[in-house]
């Protein structure tokens, strides 16, 4: 159609540009003011829990696909922004938060657990975590929370084996 104007390669490209920080933000959460973190893992168990009804392997690939995702957007927007671990992303989070679900009963009780766990791991970093956030770009960015959700995981699965109460 020749009547269609289309836009200027800038103004395509701040579009994209727009799109990229709204998903890395997770839809603007990561601009609360305060505990953009928390917030972002609170998406994240939001958005997890009814995907907690597919077969874990089904889960496993959609998580998967979320920290390739996180990975990508993240550190794209983390080099926009030239700063190494910007607040406002937070896709890090949401990533990380699926993480620590994976093979969860999709229960409001152990995932609020998981979070509880997940956002410990996440804040006091216990060791090699800290290491992880060196790694280059997104990967840095996301890896810190991927090691933080498997730690939680780990947590929970081994309380709940432990504690019959639990």
């Known amino acids: 159609m020749a009547d269609r104007v289309r836009a200027a390669p800038s103004e395509a490209g701040a579009g994209k540009g727009m799109a990229l920080r709204l998903l890395a933000t997770g839809g603007g959460v990561g601009h609360f003011r305060v505990a ?26 959609a998580t998967v696909l979320l920290v390739t995702l996180a990975v990508w957007a993240g ?13 406002e992303i937070v896709i890090d989070e949401i990533a990380g938060m699926w993480v620590a679900a994976i093979a969860l009963p999709p229960t409001l009780y152990d995932l609020g657990a998981a979070f509880l766990l997940f956002r410990l791991m996440d804040i006091v970093k216990p060791a090699p975590i800290p290491r992880l956030e060196r790694l280059p770009g997104g990967f840095g960015l996301v890896a810190d929370d991927v090691a933080a959700g498997l730690l939680a995981r780990v ?3 081994l309380l709940k084996v432990n504690f019959d109460f639990l």
């Open 36 to 61: 953009p973190g928390t917030a972002g893992s609170l998406l994240g168990a939001a958005l997890c829990l009814p995907a907690l009804r597919l077969p874990w392997p089904a889960y496993l690939g």
């Open 75 to 87: 550190g794209r927007v983390q080099g926009e922004l030239g700063r190494p671990d910007p607040r």
């Open 155 to 157: 947590a929970w699965w």
